[in-house]
């Protein structure tokens, strides 16, 4: 006779399937609320961003640049040739305000406006995903 403790571990399997089920689930979920967060950004951008003419927010565009099963990546931003110079300031072009080379902020406050709802719509999304993943299909 052998001496020692023996442990049976049951449910494994189905703890790997939930496993899946919640790493698959989170994916989808997580792009969805990272398309949200980028559509806020980019609305907020659009109306802080300095305009004679508009061109300047509606080149204010968003993107998911990389999915994978462990990141979801996204981003917003101006494609116009002077989309920095207007954000940042560079002396040469005016903000709204009338002043020369100051910069007119319009990215980074629609980002930083947005920060709290953000964390929370990805709080739900995973929050949504484990509920999915307890529930096999």
Known sequence: MAD???????GA???????????LGANGEI???VERILILMVNRAKKLAPFKTARLAR??????????LKLVRGVFGANTVYAAAMELGDGKHRSKKGLKGRPTRYLFPAAKDNF???????KRGMKIAMQKARKPS
């Open 116 to 122: 709290k709802r953000a964390v929370n719509e990805l």
């Open 13 to 23: 399997k189905a703890v790997r399937a939930n496993l899946k089920r919640f790493e």
């Open 59 to 68: 080149s204010i565009i968003w993107d998911i640049t990389d999915i994978s």
């Open 4 to 10: 020692g403790i023996f442990v049976k571990i049951t």
């Open 31 to 33: 792009k969805d609320r």
